[in-house]
């Protein structure tokens, strides 16, 4: 089976997973993943020879494998999807007879183009329209972090400010405080994390250290419950 020319693009992810890179650093990677889809995981060499010095925001946006080899895990997971959708077509059109294939035929290009979509957001859509993806409260924070880390901040004083968030959010239904369901907590949370402060002792702060009462925990605990 020859190379796959494409892979799907979720302009929307990408642009928010890239809100922090400057416009060559962002050239940087879309060259990178373009390199990954057609020749796998990486060498590191490969990866230089792209960013020419070592890029530790363009590095971050991969993983490295047993092989000390990077990967975008994304870009890996949805190749992977529309390989296995375009096999299980190839398999039917094989088994159908003359007609079936016309009709599958007729209809290929349509599914083509949704090959890559979550199996869990078509499910949602068509079964199950009031789940929504709530990511655990560690996911929440290392994403939180990331984005500190881009803004050059350090993230501890921040941590009980985002915890309340997350709890205040998930407690709600997964809904914002206009009571609207959050459908892209990443994006929800890009634009409220410039509104979040430090605590220091039950005051917002900017101050660089973090430090605040048991009652004062104890007290915004409660607001978030009620």
């Known amino acids: 089976m020859s190379k796959d020319p494409a892979f799907l693009f979720y302009s929307s992810d990408f642009l928010t997973g890239t809100m922090f890179l400057t416009d060559d650093q962002v050239g940087k990677f879309i060259r990178l993943l373009c390199l990954q889809h057609q020749k796998g995981h990486l060498r590191k060499k490969d990866m230089l020879k792209i960013c020419k010095t070592y890029d530790e925001d363009v590095f971050d946006m991969f993983k490295i494998d047993g092989q000390k080899m990077y990967y975008n895990e994304r870009l890996e997971t949805e190749a992977n999807k529309r390989k296995a959708y375009s096999e299980s077509r190839r398999k039917n059109r094989k088994n159908k007879d003359e007609s079936s294939v016309v009709n599958i035929s007729k209809t290929y290009v349509k599914h083509m183009e949704n090959e890559n979509e979550n199996e869990n957001e078509n499910e949602n859509r068509n079964k199950n329209r009031n789940r929504v993806n709530i990511p655990t409260e560690k996911e929440f924070l290392e994403y939180s972090y990331t984005i500190y880390k881009q803004l050059g901040k350090d993230s501890e004083p921040f941590k009980f400010a985002l ?37 220091y002792n039950g005051k917002q702060s900017n101050k660089n250290e973090l430090s605040y009462s048991t009652e004062f925990q104890e007290e915004l605990a409660r607001k978030i419950q009620s």
């Open 163 to 199: 915890l309340s968030k997350y709890n205040s959010w998930k407690d709600n239904g997964w809904k914002n405080g206009h009571g609207k369901p959050i459908k892209n907590w990443k994006n929800n949370l890009n634009n409220t994390i410039p509104h979040i402060k430090g605590i």
